[in-house]
Nanobody, 124 residues
Framework: QVQLVESGGGLVQAGGSLRLSCAAS????????MGWFRQALGKEREFVAAISSSAVVTQLADSVKGRFTISRDNAKNTVYLQMNNLKPEDTAVYYC?????????????????WGQGTQVTVSS
């Protein structure tokens, strides 16, 4: 089992920045590829970003390219999502997720463990 706890969400004005963190515990963090997803009210959960276990490979959704960055610190068992130039449409609950066995994954069904989520609200 892997336990994931997100933090860093909050209320920010459009154009602002936030950094989300996801702390992992339970198994060897460096064995897992990690991802961030988000779910806006009334919408499906969607892929945001992913990073391989060694951080060599990353992938971002088109909607956040150039604004968001995913990174990880395996010594701290933590994955980060740096979000810059936030827009109202980025408002959602953000979830981190972990998967083992894939180099990187962008689909929800490929992830085995999920955090409880952290709310990000961007005001216009």
């Amino acid at each position: 089992q892997v336990q994931l706890v997100e933090s860093g969400g909050g209320l920010v004005q459009a154009g602002g920045s936030l950094r989300l963190s996801c702390a992992a515990s339970g198994r060897t963090f460096s064995n897992y590829a990690m991802g961030w997803f988000r779910q806006a009210l009334g919408k499906e959960r969607e892929f945001v970003a992913a990073i391989s276990s060694s951080a060599v490979v990353t992938q971002l959704a088109d909607s956040v390219k150039g604004r968001f960055t995913i990174s990880r610190d395996n010594a701290k068992n933590t994955v980060y999502l740096q979000m810059n130039n936030l827009k109202p449409e980025d408002t959602a609950v953000y979830y981190c997720a972990a998967t083992q066995g894939l180099i990187i994954a962008t689909k929800r069904l490929h992830y085995d463990y999920w955090g409880q989520g952290t709310q990000v609200t961007v005001s216009s």
